[in-house]
């Protein structure tokens, strides 16, 4: 599988996927903790999912872009060797459908949602799993010099911050590689 020219596609056609820092990131913790199962909110094209696919994990990724969508689906059925992703085409916030436990909830969708999804997948993470957040730092915009929508998603990113912070089942670290990212452990094993 070549990650590298999927890498190429989706820069030329200017969709955003995870920094190569993400991606190291991401292998790190799949190895060290053995993970297995993956859930990813945020599929675009499908570059993450092969990735954490090629690392040896099952992956099941949920993208609402009918777009992406198609795009996922080809690159699933040319690079997904081993079968081992799920691609789920619906909007996260609502579905309603069944889902097994994780290992590994990868969150990397709309932005002004995290805390959303963070509280509706969390029941489906295994005892001691993880919560793994990117683009925290959302390019380090400085809410003084963007308009009143990005204002209002850098405000939304600082409270769902302090709500990691807080979780009193959670204890969480930030991590200013690629765009920022959290790395949030279940504690109630
Ligand atoms: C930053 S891109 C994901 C990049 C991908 N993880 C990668 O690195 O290859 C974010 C994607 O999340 C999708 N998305 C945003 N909110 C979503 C939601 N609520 N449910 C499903 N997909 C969502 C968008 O359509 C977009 O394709």
């Not at 696919?53 to 990724?61: E, I, K, M, Q, R």
Request: hydrophobic share 40%.
């Amino acid at each position: 599988m070549n990650l590298s020219s999927l890498k190429a596609y989706a820069l030329e056609k200017k969709v955003p996927i995870i920094t190569d820092a993400t991606l190291r990131f991401l292998e790190t913790m799949i190895q060290k903790h053995a993970i297995h199962d993956v859930l990813e909110i945020g599929t675009a094209m499908g570059y993450s999912a092969l990735a954490m696919a090629s690392f040896g994990c099952h992956v099941v990724t949920f993208e609402r872009d009918e777009f992406m969508v198609d795009e996922a689906k080809r690159h699933v059925e040319w690079y997904d060797e081993h079968k081992r992703i799920t691609l789920m085409p619906f909007d996260a916030l609502t579905y309603q459908g069944e889902l097994p436990m994780f290992d590994l909830i990868f969150i990397d969708a709309a932005k002004s949602q995290y805390q959303t999804l963070f509280n509706k997948y969390t029941p489906y993470l295994k005892k001691g799993g993880f919560v793994i957040c990117d683009n925290l730092h959302f390019h380090h915009l400085n809410p003084d010099v963007v308009n009143r929508h990005t204002q209002g998603l850098l405000r939304k990113l600082k409270t769902f911050k302090s709500f990691l912070t807080e979780h009193p089942h959670f204890e969480t670290t930030f991590f200013d590689e690629g765009d920022g990212i959290s790395l949030s452990r279940r504690l109630d094993v």
